[in-house]
């Protein structure tokens, strides 16, 4: 016997939206995933509350790519961090985390600071 006479659960686009979101930022943590969805947000007031979780997103984001690469393109970066264009991504960068050792204007590559992350045995 069901407790909810009538109530069904409908999987509408708002449900499916907000599934893949809790997915993405819970789950996955995939920040390229996350601003996809951003872009897709159904209605207006999703974006304006996913605006609130931007910058964990994007810290989040800096902190992976630091573990994975010691450089990483531009156009990568700015992919991974969600922004418009690539003059945004060292700023951001900075502004978040002091991160950027240099950029090769060039190459279009940012290097990272190294981390000093190393346990040593202090015996």
């Given at each position: 016997m069901?407790r909810?006479?009538g ?11 907000a599934k ?5 930022i819970?789950?996955s943590?995939?920040?390229i995933?996350?601003f ?19 910058e964990?997103v994007?810290?989040r ?5 630091r ?5 990483v ?5 700015k ?7 690539e003059?945004e ?15 090769d ?19």
């Amino acid at each position: 016997m069901k407790r909810w006479t009538g109530l069904e659960q409908k999987d509408t686009k708002e449900t499916q939206f907000a599934k893949s979101l809790i997915h993405c930022i819970f789950v996955s943590e995939n920040p390229i995933e996350y601003f996809k969805l951003y872009q897709q947000a159904p209605y207006y007031p999703y974006r304006l509350m996913m605006d609130q979780y931007h910058e964990k997103v994007r810290i989040r984001a800096i902190k992976t790519l630091r573990k994975a690469y010691l450089s990483v393109s531009l156009q990568w970066a700015k992919i991974w961090l969600g922004l418009e264009q690539e003059v945004e991504v060292v700023p951001m960068m900075n502004r978040l985390m002091q991160c950027v050792d240099r950029v090769d204007a060039n190459l279009q590559v940012v290097h990272f600071i190294r981390s000093n992350n190393k346990k040593t045995n202090q015996a």
